[in-house]
Every structure is written in C-alpha cells, then in structure tokens.
C-alpha cells in the first residue's frame, strides 16, 4: 500500500508565533482523526505526538465496522487495503470452556504502524501542522487561549486545546485530573501487544481467551499476522520476576486454548511492547478546559468493544461541536457542557459495559459460570455484543 506524501509545513519558530484554532496532544487514532476532520474543513491545527510515525503501539488493531463509513469519508482507501475481515468470535475461560458466536457488525484488521501513519499524513495533506517526536510539557489556559509548551522550551497557542494522549500522561498530573488519587489505590494492569507469524490462526475469528487476573486477545492482520495484545494485574508480572516471557509460561499458558499459539508461533520482528500503570476508574471529559477524548476520557477496556472504534467515534462527535465554537455560534461553557454531555449519552453505557465485563474476566469462576449462561442463551450474547459496539456515523 502506497502512504500519501506528507505536505510541506512551516518550521517550529514559524508555527509556533501563529494562534492555531486547535492544539491536539496525542496522535492516536482519535486524535488524527479529530485533527484530520479539522484540517479538512479548513481550520489551523497542530497536532503534538511524542513519538515519530511509523511506531507500534499496545492495541487489538481490531477496527469495528461501525467505522467504515467514517475512515473513508476521511479518505482512507479501506476498499483498496485488503484487510483481513472478522465475522466470528470466541472467548473461552481459564480452564478452556469456549463459547463461539457470530459477530455481526464485524470488524476490519489493520496494524497501528500502518493507520497511524496513513491519518497524519492525510492530516498533513490537508494542512493541519504534525509535530512529531515533540512532547507537550504544560499546558495553560489564559485569556480565552492556551499556552503548550513542548520539551525544549518553545511555547504554542491556540483557540482550544484537546487530550488525546492515551492512558496516562505526564500532563494528567499538571492538569490535576481527579482520577489520579483514586488510581493510585486502585488495581493496576500491565498491557503487553505484540505481532505472531506462522500461527495459522483464521482471517475471520476474533478470540479472547482468560487466564488469572486477565485475558489475551488474538485477531488477524495483513501480512499474514496475527496481533496478540493481553492485559494482566500487574501482581502477575511482579510474581514472576517482570518477566513478559515467564508470566506467559506460568500464567497464559494455564489456558489450553491459548497455550498452542504462545508455544508454537514465532514472534515476528519487534519485541512485545508493554505498557504499565493501566487503571479503569472513571475520568472527566473536560478538565482545566481541555477537551479529552479516547483513552484520555475514559479508558477503555478491551472487551468494550475496542477502543480505536470509540476514540473515532468520539473525534467525529467533538469535531461538530468545535466547529460551532470556532464559528462563534456557542460559548466555551456550552462546548464543555454540550461534549461532556454527547459524549455520556454515546459512549459512557460502552465504557460501562466493558468494566462490568471486565469485573467477570480474568476470574476462573465467574468466568466459566458466565460462559455457560451465555452457551445455554444465545440471544443474551448477541445482546452483550450489541452494548459493546456501536452504529455507523
């Protein structure tokens, strides 16, 4: 697949004078998109982005196709890509009981190393300003503006400013966000993501299969791929000495149905990729007037239905509502009540669901019990899928 080239763009001591109408800190999927969905429609942006594309990241890669609409809207050749399409899903629980159902909306394969790169330069196309391998160190807010100061020392303004930085950041501390005290007692995951080769594993099937204190998500990517991404209490990683490869012996591979894929596949090219100090407690959308969306708002729990869908979803909803501020036809205190307000009503229930399901998984008990009831009604599990995804937009 060929990437669109990167438009030119003015340098840091140039962009960095000009009041942009928004800054974005993050780019991610729900990032990108937001900042795509802007530059198209006209308005200055500039997106900060620590890292410098093409990278990998921890997620499912699993895109649901609620989005599809959407990604081609913004000009993602999707039709063109061959991607590997899921219509079939299986979880199963520490022991290996399985259930097995259709999926019906379905969900599309695609590696963030590739998305990611193809939305910023789709974004740069179109004139938005991609600052990458730039970390945003504050951010404050002043005379209707923001001041983003980035490592190095240079200063940024714009109109309005959103959080899409992930998990956790640096800034949600300088930002005092609420969730952070009750975080820090809270329990505490470990995510690790990485890519197998030679795990015949079908073009049509996501799995999910438990072990203690998590679960493992498995789904095809181009290439002949397939993504591998679990979270675990990090009191598994601690037990074994934080060693990735010994908390998969000891504890993953407990679960029959996932230890073929650990024991036989071969890891293609990077190392796994872990992230630490993941927690699901509640966040707000708005804090100290910086819009948050994706994980930033509320992070998302893998069985919610997957988080690039919502991420998305919620750059789609935020973009409209800018536009009506930025046009002048709302006020600051309106953006704020009327996102906090949308984003609830669209996503919150998805978000829920997930903890709640969260609570059953990684539980060998709860686990099993919930797999039999849903073995033995059908409908309840297409009902539990149907809270976790969501409609096209």
Not at 41 to 56: D, I, M, N, Q
Not at 166 to 185: Q, T, W
Not at 250 to 275: C, D, F, H, K, S
């Amino acid at each position: 697949m060929s990437i669109l080239p990167t438009s030119p763009t003015s340098s840091a001591s140039e962009t960095a004078l000009a009041l942009y109408d928004c800054a974005i800190i993050g780019g991610g999927v729900a990032g990108l998109t937001l900042a795509l969905q802007l530059a198209q429609a006209g308005r200055t942006v500039v997106l900060f982005e620590k890292e410098t594309y093409p990278f990998h990241r921890v997620c499912g890669e699993y895109i649901s196709m609620e989005n599809y609409d959407f990604l081609c809207r913004l000009g993602v050749p999707l039709a063109e890509m061959n991607l590997p399409k899921m219509t079939r899903f299986t979880v199963s629980s520490p022991t290996g009981e399985a259930l097995h159902h259709p999926l019906d909306i379905g969900g599309l394969g695609i590696t963030r190393y590739v998305l990611d790169q193809l939305l910023a330069r789709l974004a740069a196309q179109h004139g938005a300003t991609i600052r990458e391998g730039t970390k945003v160190t504050d951010v404050v807010f002043a005379d209707e503006q923001f001041a983003l100061t980035v490592a190095g020392g240079a200063t940024y303004r714009a109109r309005t400013a959103c959080g899409a930085w992930g998990k956790h950041a640096n800034l949600d501390s300088k930002l005092s966000r609420p969730f952070l005290e009750s975080s820090r007692r809270g329990r505490q995951f470990v995510a690790v993501k990485y890519h197998l080769q030679e795990a015949n594993f079908p073009q049509d099937l996501v799995e999910m299969h438990n072990f203690r204190d998590g679960y493992c998500g498995l789904s095809p990517v181009p290439g002949g791929l397939t993504n591998c991404s679990y979270i675990s209490d990090v009191r598994n990683l601690r037990a074994h000495g934080n060693s990735v490869a010994e908390m998969e012996r000891q504890v993953l591979m407990q679960n029959p149905l996932l230890r073929p894929y650990l024991q036989e596949a071969q890891r293609a090219g990077t190392p796994p990729i872990v992230i630490s100090q993941i927690t699901f407690r509640e966040r707000s959308t708005v804090d100290a007037h910086v819009l948050m969306l994706g994980d930033a708002a509320g992070t998302i729990a893998p069985l919610a239905g997957n988080g690039m869908s919502m991420g998305m979803n919620a750059s789609f909803l935020l973009h409209g509502l800018l536009m009506e501020y930025l046009d002048g036809r709302i006020s600051r205190a309106e953006l704020e009540r009327q996102y906090t307000h949308a984003w609830r009503h669209l996503l919150s229930l998805r978000i829920t669901a997930g903890r709640l399901i969260h609570q059953f998984f990684g539980r060998p008990s709860l686990t099993t019990l919930a797999i039999r009831v849903l073995q033995r009604i059908p409908g309840l599990t297409t009902q539990v899928l149907q809270l976790t995804h969501g409609k096209s937009y």
